[in-house]
């Protein structure tokens, strides 16, 4: 009986081990080419892939905007694979998938200045 009762607790243990989520605490830093910063960008993060099972109340998707600094911080996401894109008015958008394997990491983003257009009725 008593090693019976072992092996379900090693059981559970294991199993609960097995679908635990390793989280990290993200910083986005965006500036642009000369190194000033850049506030109210708009930044998304999306989850897309990593090795541990996601449960339902994992937040996996972040949207919000950088302040005075041009910094974002996210307390808490998923390791893995993120999707990054930046959207701020008078630059290019950015986007990205960045591989996150550390409990905490900055990201650091420069944004170029928009590209000419061109028309073939010049």
């Not at 302040?67 to 993120?82: A, D, F, R």
């Amino acid at each position: 009986m008593r090693i019976r009762i072992i092996f379900l607790v090693t059981l559970l243990l294991w199993g609960s081990a097995a679908f635990a989520v390793e989280m990290t605490r993200i910083q986005v830093v965006v500036k642009n080419l000369d190194g000033k910063p850049i506030e109210h960008a708009s930044v998304i993060l999306k989850f897309v892939e990593g090795k541990s099972k996601i449960g339902k109340k994992i937040m996996t998707t972040w949207e919000a905007r950088t302040n005075q600094e041009g910094v974002l911080k996210v307390p808490s996401m998923p390791q893995g694979s993120i999707q990054v894109q930046v959207i701020a008015k008078g630059y290019q958008t950015f986007g990205q998938i960045i591989k996150v394997e550390e409990a905490d990491k900055t990201i650091e983003i420069k944004l170029n200045p928009p590209q000419q257009q061109y028309s073939s009725h010049q």
